[in-house]
């Protein structure tokens, strides 16, 4: 986060606030989030992309009331992708209109409450769903706007993208075999449907625009097919969210202008090249926004120097507060941040309290070689993909997430208590 910095006693501050503070106050494992870096980030997003685009945030990555009430402040748009995301958004007051509903396998009760609540747009990701969203719509006498997510063909990896004919994967409709001309067919022929565009999504934690340029490409060049088959021009088209963020020194994200221009650029150039007039772009963020706004604050229990190999530091959280080590071999840092420390660096593990040796926080790291019981770590760039995947393995309860903000702190969502988990167990 961009006021977190460590004093001249070695202490960390964030928003001016010392963590040892935050650790008393609040406990440990924690997620600590700077507000002032999300509402900052939500503003470059919205500013990079003008009056002519929209910005959804991708609610997955991290959702609460008082992130919906941020973004609806900062004047960004909402993708939800299940029912209990749809709830969060409605209950914090975002306007349904502001709404994006996603997913590969609504509900028929949930496509019904998107319908009725009036969100801006469902997007539409089967066959069967462009049937079950037009008789939502009709039989509560309204026209849905929709979007039909299209599987482009390209696989984005981290760093690169390889195209393949048809995309082995369970999202959205082929363009490969004029499935999604057909999809696009069927949308237009049904009264409860209006159909305002096409909508792709390539994959996550993406640094090479290079995937994007052939994604819009190809997105560009259907909305041509529908206008020489059908004589209409949709006027929207969706690119997704995926742009990468700095888990670790190497990783060199692009900022929100770099990418608002390059994707304008690319897709001003395809609608020109197929005559078409360029239609209103709209990107979804999730990572991008509210990844390197948190971090994650633990304390060390235990330390277990394994001769020859490495060090085992384990802290009071693990793989159910932050499951992305174990499940996408994902990188992370650590710094000791309750002192200052001049020991020499050493190899160390941070690990968690789980019982599985892959409960891993961080794979490598240096940490200083007096690292003891009791001290403070932070794992940086925990806000997105953290809280919103933790479990409760193991019966942990799920640590709380506290925003800072103009030297202020408040829990925004609160840890989780013995009595939560019993709550649900009614046996
Ligand atoms: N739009 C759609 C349709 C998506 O499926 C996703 C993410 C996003 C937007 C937002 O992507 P972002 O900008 O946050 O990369 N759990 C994984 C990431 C899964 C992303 C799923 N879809 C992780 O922790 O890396």
Redesign the pocket.
């Known amino acids: 986060a961009r006021t977190v910095e460590r004093g001249a006693d070695g202490v960390v501050r964030v928003g001016g606030i010392e963590v040892t503070r935050l650790a008393e106050e609040f406990g440990t494992p924690a997620y600590i989030l700077d507000e002032s870096d999300f509402r900052a980030r939500c503003r470059a997003w919205a500013e990079a992309f003008g009056p002519d685009a929209d910005v959804f945030y991708?609610g997955?990555?991290f959702l609460s009331r008082a992130v919906v009430r941020w973004l609806t402040e900062e004047g960004l748009n909402l993708?939800v992708c299940s029912g209990g995301e749809l709830t969060t958004a409605l209950d914090a007051g975002m306007p349904a209109e502001r709404i994006a509903f996603?997913g590969n396998n609504k509900s028929d009760a949930e496509i019904r409450r998107a319908v009725e609540t009036g969100v801006g747009r469902i997007v539409l990701d089967s066959f069967q769903e462009i049937v079950r969203v037009a008789h939502a719509a009709q039989s509560l006498g309204v026209r849905q706007r929709v979007q039909i997510r299209v599987t482009v063909g390209v696989e984005a990896h981290t760093h690169e993208f390889i195209a393949t004919a048809h995309e082995d994967q369970k999202f959205g409709i082929a363009l490969a075999g004029g499935q999604a001309a057909e999809a696009v067919r069927r949308a237009l022929s049904l009264d409860g449907l209006e159909l305002i565009g096409v909508h792709s999504?390539i994959g996550?934690?993406i640094f090479d625009m290079a995937g994007f340029e052939v994604s819009a490409r190809r997105v560009v060049q259907l909305l041509a097919q529908v206008r020489d088959e059908h004589g209409v021009e949709l006027p929207e088209i969706d690119l997704?969210?995926?742009?990468g963020i700095a888990y670790t020194p190497d990783d060199d994200p692009r900022e929100p202008h770099e990418i608002a221009k390059a994707l304008r650029d690319i897709v001003s150039r395809e609608c020109e090249a197929a005559g078409l007039a360029t239609p209103r772009i709209s990107v979804?963020?999730?990572?991008?926004i509210v990844g390197p706004t948190a971090f994650t604050l633990y304390e060390v229990g235990t330390v277990k120097p394994l001769e020859g190999l490495r060090t085992y530091v384990s802290v009071d959280g693990g793989m159910s507060d932050n499951i992305?080590t174990a499940l996408?071999d994902?990188e992370y840092t650590v710094a000791l941040v309750s002192r200052a420390s001049d020991a020499g660096p050493m190899l160390s593990r941070v690990v968690g309290k789980h019982c599985e040796s892959g409960d891993i926080v961080v794979k490598d790291a240096f940490l200083p070689e007096d690292v003891a019981p009791g001290d403070l770590l932070a794992v940086p760039a925990t806000g997105?993909?953290c809280r919103s995947?933790a479990s409760n393995y193991n019966h942990a309860l799920r640590p709380p997430v506290v925003a800072v903000g103009d030297g202020q702190t408040r829990v925004i969502v609160r840890r989780e208590t013995e009595e939560d988990l019993l709550r649900l167990d009614v046996g």
């Open positions: 991708a997955k990555a993708d996603h999504h996550s934690q997704g969210g995926g742009l979804e963020p999730g990572r991008a992305r996408y994902a997105a993909y995947m």
